[in-house]
Structures are given as C-alpha cells and as structure tokens.
C-alpha cells in the first residue's frame, strides 16, 4: 500500500471526527478545551467565528457531531459537544469588544437579503465587517426567521435569540422588517450588486382526509401554531391533544400542548417508534413529559359532531419488507381506532414555497419545483442571485443554514469583486507539536474515566406551567468541566516519522485501544485483516507508514485512539510526536478586499 | 516513561478468555523503565502469555532480585502475588516459597547482571535441582540500572555506549542451563513477540526447570553500534531453529505445515508442543546436540533463538525430594504435630 499522504488540510481533519461532522467546521476539542480551563469567552469566540450562535446552538443544534463523536466508539456515549457550547455562552464575559469592528470605508457594494434567518444573518456578519452596504428583509417583525418564530422559548430563551442576533445586526445594516418580499422581479430592479435568498421552508403540509374542512376550527398546522404561539397569538389548547407526525415538529407541538392546558396529548406517528426522524433526545424529552408515542397509525379521518372535531380514527398498519429489503406500511388486518380529542396539530412536513419568485427572470426552477442551486457556490442559474439554508435544498437546520450562509459569502464576496466564484481558497491548516518535556505535553492527555453527565433540568411541574421556563438549566460549571475533559483531544495528532524509528515496539505495547501494527506491507484490506485489534470501521482512514528499517510498515487504526499520547511519550526516539491540527476555514472575512487571498 | 497510568478504556472488541478476563486485566501498575527498553515488550509477552493461558491471576507468583528487568513485574499481573528480593537471591526466595506451596505458578524474573554476575550461583542451584518454576532472564548485556557497566554476558569485543572495549568472556546462560540440567531451555528477542509469547507460555506450562534468556535491549545505555545487544544487531544476527505454534494438552495435533517440517513434543503429563521447523535437522529433544549446535553458532556471531531444548520426560524438585503433595499452609496441627508415638518410632528407625 502506497505510504498514508497526510499533506493537505483533510487527512488530519477527518480524524477530528466531530470538526469533520460539523457543517460549519467548528473546532471543537479546541473550545472544549477552554471551557476546561474556565476561559468561557474565548471558547465562546471559537463558536461564534465557525457557527455564529453558540448559545442558540448549544441549545437547539441537531448536533451532527456527538454521532461521529470518537468517545461514542471506545464507550457508550459521545461527549456532550452541544450543550458544552452552552456552558461557554452562559458563562462568558461581556464579548462585545471582540466582535469585529466596523469597515473602515464602505466597498460601495449593496446587497439585498431576503429574510433573515441564521442563512442570510450568516451571510451579513461576514459581509459586514468588509464594507458592504447590506438590506435585509422579513416579514416577520423579529429578525431571527424559525429560530425565533418555531423554536419554543421552553428550549430557547428570546434574550438568547435576542443577544446573538444583535450581536450581527450591530455590526451595521439595514434592517427592514416587517417587509416581505413580494417579487423577486422589483428587487432586482433596484440595482443591487446581488441577492441572497435566505427564505426557508415556510410552508407546513396539510393533512386532506374526510373530516378536515368540517372541523377545520380545531385542526392546525404546526408549524403555523408554533408561530403563533411563539408569537403570543395563542396561548390555550383543548385538554386533549393529537399530534400527527413523528419529527422534531411533532415533538415541539407536543411538548407546546402540554404547557398550555393540553393534558391528554399524545403523538400519533405513521411509522414504527425507531424510525421517527425526531432526534432521540426529543423524544426521550417527549416521553418524560407524560406524552406516549402511538406508532403504526395512519390518520384516516378527522371525526366531527356539529362542525365541532371529536377525534381521528386511524388505521392500525405493521411494517413489512420486500427482498430488497425496502420498508413498507401494510394493514394489520386489526380493526381502525378512534381516539377522541379536542384539537389536533398536524406536523407531517415542511415545504419550500416560492410564489415570490417569477419565473421569467432567468432563474431556473428544477422538477420538483425547487431553485437550481450550484451545491458549492450556491449561485442560482441567475448570476448574482444565491440562495442558502432551508431555501436552497429544502428544510435541513441551523447549522447548515449558518454553513451554507459561510459558503455563500464567500461566493458574494467574490462576485462582487469580479473573481470567479467557482475558484475558492481551500481551508488553511497547520500542525503545531504539543510537547514541552519528556512526558509534558501542552494539553491534559489523562483521559477521564467518566460517563456523560447529563444536563440537570428544571422540574417537571414547574417546567409545564410556563411556555416561556426554559427545561434545561444546562451544566454548571463543575459540571462543565467533568464533561470538558471526557473529550479525547482529537484534533492533537499522532504524527509519525519513519526515519526515527526503531521498531522497539514500546508504542505497540503502551497503546491502551491496540491502535498500532507493525507488519508486512500489503493492500489495505488485506492490512486492515492483521491488525493487532480488528478494524471495525472502513470509514477510519489507517495512517500506514514508508518502508521501515526491517522492510516491514506501521499501520495505525485511527478509529479508536484515545489521542492519549502514551505512544509518543513511549518512543525512545521522538519517531511520534503529538501535534495539533488547526484548520482555518475559508470565510468571506478571512479573504481580502482585493480578491488575492489570505487565508491564514 | 510516563507519569499517566494508562486509560482504562480499550479496543471496543477486546475479548475475554475463558475466565472472563480480557488481556488488559492482566496488567500491573505503569511501568518506570525508560521509553523504548526491551524489558517493557517482555512484560507485554507475559501479560498475552498469561492472557492465553486463561491463568488466574492469583495463582501466580512472581519473584525477582534487583535491577531494571527485575522491577518489571510491578507492570505486569498487579493481582498477582510479588516479591521483589535482593540482588540475586531471586532463586533461593523462589525455591523456598516453591517448596512451602507447590500450588502456585512460580515465575522469576532477572537481569543478567542480577543472574550472571552477582547471582550466578544462586541461578545454578535453582536449575539444578529442577524447580519447577519459569525463570527468566532479560539480557541486555548491561547493569542498566546501575547506569550501564558491562555485565557477565556482554560479549568479549563488544563496545560500551563510551567506546571502551570489553575483554573479558561472556558467559552464555543458556548453554549453562543447559549444562546445569534445565528441563526447558528457549532463547528469543523482545523484539519477537510473536516467538516470545507461545515460549512463555509452553514455559509457564512445563512442569520442571524451564529458562528463558530473552535479548533485550537497553535503549539507554546498551543500544549503538558496537553493541552486540542493540536491536539492529540482534535483528541482523537473529537465527531462530524453530517456532513455538501450538501448545494444547492432549488433544490432538493438527498442524498445517508441509510434511516434515514440523515437529512435535509430547510432554510427560500429555501436553504437546508442536514446533515449526526453522532450522533443517535441529532436534529439540537432544540435550547433546543442542549444546554442540549452540557452541557452532555462536562462534560464528550468530544469536540462535527458539525452543531449543526441551525434555519431555522432566520432573521437579518435589518429585525427587518426595514432598508432601499440599501446601504447607494447609496442613492442620494434626499433620504437623504426629506425636509422641510417631516421634518415637522415627526415633527407632534411626537408631
Ligand atoms: C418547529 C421547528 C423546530 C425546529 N427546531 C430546530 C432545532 O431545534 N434545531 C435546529 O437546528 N433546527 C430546528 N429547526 C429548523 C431550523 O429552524 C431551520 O432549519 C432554520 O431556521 C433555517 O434557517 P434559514 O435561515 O434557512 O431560514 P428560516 O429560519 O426559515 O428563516 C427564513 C426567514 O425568511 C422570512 N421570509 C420568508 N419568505 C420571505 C419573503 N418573501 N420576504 C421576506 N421574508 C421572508 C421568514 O419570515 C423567516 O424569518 C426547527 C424547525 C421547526 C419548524
Ligand atoms: C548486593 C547489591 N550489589 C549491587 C547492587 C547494585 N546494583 C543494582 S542493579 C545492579 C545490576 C543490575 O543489572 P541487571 O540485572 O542486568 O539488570 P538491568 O538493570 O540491566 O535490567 C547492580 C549491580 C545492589 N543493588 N545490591
Ligand atoms: S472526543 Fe472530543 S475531539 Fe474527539 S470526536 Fe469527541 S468531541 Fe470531538
Ligand atoms: S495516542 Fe498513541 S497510545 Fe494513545 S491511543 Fe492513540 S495511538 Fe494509542
Ligand atoms: S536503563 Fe536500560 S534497562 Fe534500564 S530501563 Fe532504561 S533502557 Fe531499560
Ligand atoms: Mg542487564
């Protein structure tokens, strides 16, 4: 097998498997780290350059991350990397001084952006500070888009929203709210230097069975109801509740009923309970809050008595699978089931809708009826008009609406200067050795032994009084810490340099998860079949060495290593050194005005 | 060295053996020795060894004298009984606590500074009598410890670290064993787990004198050119005659190598060695050949590894002192104090 090329920005930032999880790349061992030793508001900027809301996110983020997260292979559970970002947000110091100052001149640049949600707040903070004049619009009287309009307060405090949105619109723009867009057509006709859509998904689906027209006063969609409530238009529900629909919608419409009045609710899925697609902490939320969760059950008609709804007969189905393997709904051959309610919320989906959007503007639409959008620029089929978040490729969440809002900065920044926008700066990186003595290294390599600590909560009687207490009363400091140092330091690298070595085995021998072979050279299946523990995960690159002194290479599993180090503070000759990867990704503010680009 | 003890987490598919212990459970406290020593690969040799042997741990005993190699056993099987003696004395201790519980699995570990020089005859005795015992001796040709003077088994013309020269004879401890009537005599290399591990094994399993002189360099002070210990001399000069591949008691042999090329070794109590041929005609069974092929060899610089001698029929010194079969400690006052009849009847015999 040709030696392992480590050159390059990705082999080292795969092995950060939370960082590469990451839409926005965020550092994660490198904050984590500095909640560890109490410097909040530096962990805190880390988050705020890569993700733009950590104390949104580390309380709301869908957390790509804790899935790939490395600790969640060697034992049961990844570290808690969401609501560590929290620990940095709730316990920094006041940060305003850090945030970027304003340009110095205006670059003479306008841009248009359409709503202002975490997609197109993304683009204006890294647009800001580089000198463009930028409008943004919404409907909406709060900036914030389904950060503030969906998400419940019981989850995300408004002065949380509140402080990380101004922290963006504080760096200067205009904010036109309460103004939609009607036409795409009449905006371009003010002559802007380019538009961002940043829109999302806003439109919830409907359910049409018998029964909806007639008893249309207790049938909502939810994610119309959750603004509503969000917006106080409403605040009481009928005392039973049914909620359609098995995602993270559901989940929030629910957990919304119980607290104001709904007492018998329950959610009501089409598929089996495992399949849902609400994240499992949703539901383990769901189901501490006195809700069950009935799956197998497609609605098949609302109930009515005198235009008033009386309940949702639904039938009972049972999954089959064909040779393929593929999933399907059957009926169960039991008897249909009535279940009797007050009001029903229906969270079955959310659609993109663009009715704004002329379609002779030169901007293609594809056949289901969705923007073309370039995957990498985010460029429409209209030049200078780019599109980012749940608007370009449907409802996802807000840390790809904020990674998306990165990429399309870079590629307004770079229109706007009149470079090509497909040409983009690859990310800059670097590697920094941690030792500082025989057996010092500059980060704490003793790993913990704990499990995750889980996030201490209001009380439930309390919780469920009040649409507004925020559940989750997040790590405290102590806890903080505890939680800090289970993380493996993924991103410190085992580096190693064939010519030093001596083949003494002493790293083989230290290695507490076997992650080193020394053995014949060969092609890596046949490697990856005599490694001293076996490879359990084809995705985890192995790092395979040149040709040592004996003919024979070192191969290391990269899957499970502790990042404990034991290996370079074992070797007589320096042949591993920990070494810490950094990766600077490619913004719009880390490019300079002229178009050359600085990426370091 | 590392001051951390190393994390307890492990490979997600470590398995256990038969006793349900996975191999990490048969480690010890985190060695001291420094980075790179070959004395730290033998303890990863004894901890697999033990590991395979599905070997409770509390049913060993590990005794060693003074010196870097004899501090070794603190890293590995911490659930096992320990004693840490004084320099070359290793032996008797062993010996005494041989014969005070024959019910427990003796390993010694030594230096050859602690077996060569100081506790040579400590080491012959030991063998001669055929304790019934693993004994092992990690050579690096050198009192590390003591800050790397030559010792017994540096060989003449060999160079120190400071490129002083060494004029006199080594003394080659297997040849010795040999000599001395050592039931089970292997060398190898720190280096070599793969050969190491099974000889520890087979040896921890021989019922008899077993001796394993393990090469094992000393990156401080015995690892440079001129040394004939370093880890690039001994992988250039490496002979092996044959490899240990399966050790099983009783149950039959099935061994995929060509016809011919592999031997076998039934052992007295029914166990069986089975060995890869390396060396063409080498018989592991002759004492007299074996010493004669060592003598040839060596002569000509080459380090000749592997299971080299070994008698099937052996027996321990229990055996011909004819010794009562329990544990002293678990004689009651009865078996101890016969009385006064039985005081006076021996008293009539020796008359
Ligand atoms: C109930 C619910 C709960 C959610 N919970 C989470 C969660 O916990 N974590 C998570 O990561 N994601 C969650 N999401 C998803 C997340 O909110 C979205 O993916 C994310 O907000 C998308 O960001 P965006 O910037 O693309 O668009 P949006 O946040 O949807 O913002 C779009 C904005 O554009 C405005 N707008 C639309 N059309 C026009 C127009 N024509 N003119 C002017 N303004 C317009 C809207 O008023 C809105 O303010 C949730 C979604 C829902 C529905
Ligand atoms: C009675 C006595 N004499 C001398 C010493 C000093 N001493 C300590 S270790 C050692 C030699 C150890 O050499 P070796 O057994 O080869 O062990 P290594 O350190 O090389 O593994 C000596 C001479 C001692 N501790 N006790
Ligand atoms: S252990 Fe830390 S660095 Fe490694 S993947 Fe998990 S959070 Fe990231
Ligand atoms: S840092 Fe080195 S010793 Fe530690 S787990 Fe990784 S490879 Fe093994
Ligand atoms: S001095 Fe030599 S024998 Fe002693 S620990 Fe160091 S390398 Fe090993
Ligand atoms: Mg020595």
């Known amino acids: 097998m040709h030696p392992t090329r480590t050159e390059g920005p990705d082999y080292y930032h795969k092995v950060v498997d939370c960082q590469w999880a990451c839409p926005a790349h965020t550092p994660v061992p490198e904050y984590i780290r500095l909640i560890a030793e109490g410097r909040y508001s530096d962990a805190y900027m880390i988050n705020w350059k890569s993700n733009v809301f950590p104390g949104v996110l580390g309380r709301t983020c869908d957390r790509p991350c804790e899935p790939a997260c490395r600790r969640g292979r060697v034992e049961d559970e990844p570290v808690a990397i969401c609501r560590l970002k929290r620990v940095a947000a709730d316990n920094k110091d006041d940060i305003s001084s850090r945030l970027p100052p304003p340009a110095a001149s205006r670059n003479g640049k306008r841009i248009a952006l359409v709503g202002a949600g975490p997609a197109a707040l993304t683009v204006a903070r890294d647009l800001a500070p580089l000198g463009y004049d930028l409008v943004l619009y919404d409907g909406d009287a709060k900036a914030g888009g389904m950060i503030r309009s969906q998400i419940p307060r019981f989850r995300l405090p408004e002065e949380v929203i509140d402080e990380e949105v101004g922290y963006i619109t504080g760096l200067g723009m205009e904010m036109r709210l309460g103004q939609r867009v009607d036409s795409l057509k009449d905006l371009l006709a003010e002559n802007y230097d380019a538009v961002f859509v940043g829109t999302g998904a ?6 049409d069975l018998p029964g909806r027209e007639e008893a249309r006063a207790n049938i909502h969609v939810g994610i119309d109801w959750l603004s509503s409530v969000s917006f106080g238009h409403i605040d009481r529900i009928g005392r039973r509740v049914i909620v359609l629909g098995g995602g993270n919608t559901a989940m929030d419409c629910c957990r919304t009923s119980r607290r104001l009045g709904g007492e018998d609710v329950k959610v009501v899925v089409r598929s089996g309970f495992e399949e849902m697609k609400a994240s499992p902490w949703e539901k383990e939320d769901a189901l501490h809050e006195d809700i069950p969760i009935l799956n197998f059950r497609v609605p098949k008609a609302f109930t009515h008595d005198n235009g ?9 189905v049972e999954a089959q699978y064909d040779d393929k393997g593929r999933r399907r709904l059957m009926p169960s051959g039991e008897p249909d089931e009535h279940y009797p309610c007050d009001d029903v919320l229906v969270a079955v989906g959310q659609e993109n809708s663009f009715p704004w959007i002329e379609r002779d503007i030169g901007l293609e639409f594809n056949e289901w009826d969705m923007p073309k959008v370039d995957e990498v620029t985010f460029q429409s089929t209209r030049s200078g008009v780019f599109f980012g978040g749940d608007a370009a ?70 919780s469920l009084k009040d649409v507004r207490l925020e559940v989750e009363l997040g790590f405290d400091a102590g806890l903080g810490f505890s939680e800090a140092q289970r993380c493996l330091n993924c991103d410190v690298q085992t580096v190693f340099a064939e010519p030093l070595c001596i083949e003494c085995d002493a790293c083989v021998d230290i290695c507490p998860v076997d992650c080193i072979t020394f053995t014949e050279d060969g092609e890596e299946e046949d490697l990856r079949g005599r490694l001293n523990a076996p490879s359990l995960h084809l995705d985890q690159d192995l790092l395979v060495s040149d040709k040592l002194k004996t003919g024979r290479v070192l191969v290391k599993d990269e899957d499970v290593c502790l990042h404990c180090g034991l290996c370079a503070e074992r070797c007589p000759t320096g042949a591993w050194d920990m070494q810490r990867f950094t990766l600077e990704m490619t913004h719009a503010t880390s490019m300079t005005g002229g178009g050359a680009c600085q990426n370091r | 060295m590392t001051y951390l003890a190393k994390p307890r987490l492990h490979h997600p598919s470590l398995a256990a053996n038969e006793l349900g212990f996975t ?29 395979d042997l599905n070997l409770p741990p509390h049913r060993l005993a590990k005794l060693s004298g003074i010196g870097c190699s004899s501090k070794t056993p603190d890293y590995f099987l911490g659930a096992s009984h320990g004693f840490n003696t004084v320099h070359g004395r290793m032996p008797s201790v062993l010996t005494g606590a041989n014969l005070a519980n024959r019910e427990l699995i003796y390993l010694g570990v030594s230096g050859d500074g602690d077996s060569a020089s100081i506790g040579l005859g400590q080491f012959a005795h030991a063998i001669r009598r055929g304790v019934n015992m693993t004994y092992i001796v990690e050579n690096n040709g050198v009192y590390g410890l003591t800050k790397g003077q030559f010792s017994a088994t540096s060989d003449k013309g060999s160079k120190s670290k400071r490129g002083v020269e060494n004029h006199d004879s080594a003394i080659d401890l297997v040849s010795l064993a040999l000599q001395l009537g050592a039931t089970f005599v292997a060398r190898s290399f720190s280096g070599d787990k793969a050969q190491l591990a099974p000889l520890i094994r087979a040896a921890l399993a021989h019922k008899g004198a077993a001796f394993i002189d393990c090469v094992s360099p000393c990156v401080q002070f015995n690892n440079h050119a001129g040394s004939t210990k370093s880890y690039d001399y001994v992988r250039e000069h490496n ?113």
């Not at chain 1, 806003?202 to 359910?207: A, I, N, T």
């Not at chain 2, 060396?279 to 080459?302: K, N, S």
């Open chain 1, 202 to 207: 806003p439109r919830g689906r409907d359910l």
């Open chain 1, 308 to 316: 008033k709804l009386t309940g949702v007969v639904f039938e009972v």
């Open chain 1, 393 to 462: 490729f449907g409802p996802k969440n807000i840390i790809w609406a904020v990674a998306q809002g990165h990429d399309a900065a870079v590629s307004i920044h770079r229109y706007c200067q009149g470079e090509d926008v497909q040409d983009r700066p690859p990310p800059g990186f670097s590697l920094t050795s941690q030792k500082m003595g025989i057996h010092e290294w500059s980060y704490d390599n003793d790993i913990s032994n704990d499990a995750r600590f889980r996030v201490p909560q209001r009380d439930k009687v309390e």
């Open chain 2, 23 to 51: 191999r990490r459970d048969y480690e010890g406290s985190v060695s001291t020795l420094c980075a790179g020593c070959g004395h730290d690969s033998i303890s990863a040799a004894i901890i697999q060894a033990c590991y």
């Open chain 2, 239 to 351: 002979e092996a005659v044959n490899r240990l591949d399966l050790i099983s008691s009783r149950a039959p042999i099935h061994v995929d190598y060509e016809p011919g090329t592999t031997t076998t070794v039934t052992q007295h109590d029914g166990s069986v060695l089975a060995l890869h041929k390396l060396a063409e005609h080498y018989d592991p069974t002759d004492r007299i050949a074996a010493m004669t092929y060592l003598a040839q060899r060596q002569a000509l610089g080459e380090v000749v590894t592997g299971l080299l001698y070994v008698d099937p029929e052996a027996d321990d010194l229990h055996n011909s002192l004819d010794t009562v079969t329990a544990p002293l400690n678990s004689l009651g006052s009865k078996e101890l104090i016969p009385g006064s009849a039985m005081l006076a009847k021996i008293n009539a015999d020796l008359r």
